[in-house]
């Protein structure tokens, strides 16, 4: 990769504690940018100092800490930021009709509103300085919603929503504003959303309990073996390098088959088609 457009290179990401945000910090550092890390736990928060980053305690979802986060790395940078990746969200699985209000609010307090509220913090800095990366790590599913993951989903739409919008919003700034949309990365995230399934779903009884708990076991089967397609986060990183670099950023970077297939989908099939589709998944457990 040529060698980029680039301003200043200072760079906040959000939930580095594993997985895309970890695989993003170290490929950054590489390429000579100063990286805020940022996580939620006191030993990720170690883990990371010990690898070398700058650390910042963050939980998107709490208002004080993301101020305390913002300030923070303000005074970090001496106020000049050149770009902040969105990485931090988890999710909630289950059926529509058995979340709870509480874990419906916080799936979207965490992978939108604290998101956004965040990355709010960095955009006028990024206007008085005339230059700025902005991108946000969306999903397949931003694109295509799927059974027992709608919540999720919807965050992730949200997302999207959210970043075409403020992308035309500073549009002359100077700031770029991109979507990364992975498919199947191999991370974490199959275990946190089972931690979730657990806390959050009735898995005893209930219109759904069978398959919460099949999914559950397959879930925690497939979390130690990779599955056809799968990629690893460097995959990601490398799209977000090229967001972050480039001075023609692109709106939209596709990660993995998946991603390219649910791109198309929801541009052309039509929504029984979309409906069948997500259906066949379910029973397949693909």
Not at 29 to 52: P, Y
Not at 104 to 109: H, K, V
Request: aromatic share 6%; charged share 25%.
């Amino acid at each position: 990769m040529k060698r980029p457009h680039v301003q200043t290179r200072n760079l906040v990401i959000t939930g580095c504690s594993s997985g895309i945000g970890r695989a993003t910090a170290n490929w950054m550092k590489d390429r000579g940018w100063r990286v805020a890390a940022t996580a939620r736990k006191d030993e990720d928060i170690a883990r990371l100092r010990d690898s070398g980053f700058e650390t910042i305690h963050l939980d998107v979802a709490d208002p004080a800490s993301v101020d305390a986060a913002a300030e923070a790395i303000t005074t970090l940078f001496d106020g000049v930021i050149g770009g902040v990746v969105s990485n931090a969200a988890y999710g909630q699985s289950g059926a529509i009709e058995d979340l709870t209000r509480s874990a419906l609010a916080d799936q979207f307090e965490v992978n939108v509103i604290g998101m956004q509220d965040f990355a709010n913090r960095f955009i006028p800095a990024m206007r008085k300085q005339g230059w700025g990366r902005i991108v946000n790590i969306s999903s397949v599913l931003g694109r295509v919603s799927m059974p027992y993951i709608g919540a999720y989903a919807a965050t992730k739409f949200a997302m999207e929503a959210l970043t075409d919008a403020l992308r035309v919003e500073v549009t002359g700034s100077g700031i770029g504003v991109s979507l990364v949309e992975p498919g199947p990365i191999a991370t974490e995230f199959r275990k946190t959303a089972v931690r979730m399934a657990r806390s959050n779903l009735d898995i005893q009884s209930g219109r759904h309990a069978d398959y919460y708990r099949e999914e559950i076991e397959r879930r925690e089967g497939a979390s130690m073996t990779p599955r056809r397609f799968t990629r690893p986060p460097e995959a990601v990183a490398e799209k977000i390098c090229h967001a972050l670099e480039s001075s023609r950023p692109k709106r939209r970077y596709k990660v993995t088959p998946h991603a390219y297939a649910g791109a198309f989908m929801s541009r052309f099939a039509p929504p029984a088609l979309l409906d069948r589709a997500a259906a066949m998944m379910v029973r397949t457990g693909k």
